[in-house]
């Protein structure tokens, strides 16, 4: 029998199971969404694939009903193991009134909710650091025992906003956790065009805290190093900075064209080590997961996946009458 590497960092066979069930269900929102997008019923795709395991990884190591998400666009995963379902990202894509997010006023992606403890987030990338730095600023002068997550993408670790935020969290010991998806493109920049040191976990040193690369197709891996990072914050130690290094499988979103800057052979190979099958091939090998057992829950998640779809398509738009609502107060 195969080490189970779960059980050393304090996984149950019911919990690596449920790791799995999450990035399937995020992996086939994703890809519906894509086929709705392409048939031209929603008007806006910002991909998951290839980012699912460290994002459900992450989220497996918080406490959804204690910890606070800073999200940013490609965190399905995450806000689906902090309780968003399949509908509430559906109505999401199609824009409706109901959906959790922002009624419908924002593009997809845009994650929040105070009941699922997840900050709204916005367009401009890397805003959702300070933030961050601010909440767990809040919640140090409170008293209250609270860790704070933000995550964003290589690129958003060059703009000034990570900057300031990792120096002054630094500086406070403040328990935030930096968690950086290096899925090695910026849009349409190489990772070799972006940094000039060997990786965005060195930076950590210069804020005087722990800087971590891991493999973000592990989730294991991650949920062991985030684990940590969660632990050292909750003690008063202060903040860590995690870079999850793994691959954008597809398009940077679906107004993108990424044949014109990286090779189809490229991709290919990156696809090889995609988190999904890695994963599943790894609960197929300690006994956890069989034909049926996987068969089952690709029905299960299938079936969400199209209840979700269905509702979310005839569910009503936003009234006119409600454009101003929550602008100004009202």
């Not at 149950?12 to 086929?35: F, G, N, P, S």
């Not at 891991?214 to 684990?227: C, F, H, L, T």
Request: proline residues 5%; charged residues 25%; hydrophobic residues 35%.
């Amino acid at each position: 029998m195969t080490t189970k590497r779960h059980e050393q960092v304090g996984l149950t066979d019911a919990q690596v199971l449920d790791m799995y069930y999450y990035m399937l269900l995020a992996r086939k929102i994703d890809e519906r969404q894509w086929l709705l997008n392409r048939a031209g019923k929603v008007p806006f795709v910002i991909s998951c694939q290839g980012q699912e395991a460290a994002q459900v990884g992450a989220a497996f190591a918080l406490e959804k009903d204690r910890d606070f998400l800073c999200p940013y666009y490609r965190d399905l995963g995450l806000v689906l193991v902090f309780g968003q379902t399949a509908r509430d990202c559906m109505l999401s894509a199609f824009a409706k009134a109901e959906d959790p997010n922002s009624g419908g006023r924002q593009m997809p992606g845009h994650f929040g909710g105070k009941k699922y403890n997840i900050l709204t987030g916005s367009s401009p990338v890397t805003t959702q650091v300070p933030h961050a730095v601010g909440m767990a600023l809040a919640g140090k002068m409170q008293n209250k025992d609270f860790v704070v997550y933000a995550s964003f993408g290589e690129g958003s670790s060059n703009q000034g906003d990570f900057h300031e935020g990792a120096n002054f969290a630094g500086v406070h010991k403040l328990p935030v956790i930096f968690f950086c998806e290096n899925n090695k493109y910026a849009i349409s920049v190489p990772l070799k065009k972006q940094l000039a040191c060997e990786s965005v976990a060195d930076r950590a040193i210069g804020y005087g805290f722990p800087g971590v690369s891991v493999d973000g197709n592990d989730p294991i891996e991650v949920y062991r190093v985030m684990k940590e990072a969660v632990d050292r914050a909750r003690r008063g130690e202060g903040p860590t900075l995690i870079e999850a290094v793994m691959y954008r499988l597809v398009p940077h979103s679906s107004d993108d064209d990424d044949r014109v800057y990286r090779t189809r052979e490229e991709v290919e190979e990156a696809k090889k080590k995609d988190p999904l099958i890695v994963f599943a091939a790894y609960l197929r090998e300690v006994g956890l997961l069989d034909e049926n057992t996987e068969a089952d829950m690709l029905a299960r998640v299938q079936l969400e996946v199209d209840e979700a779809t269905e509702y979310a398509e005839n569910a009503p738009y936003p009234t006119p009458e409600s454009t101003l609502t929550h602008v100004y107060g009202n």
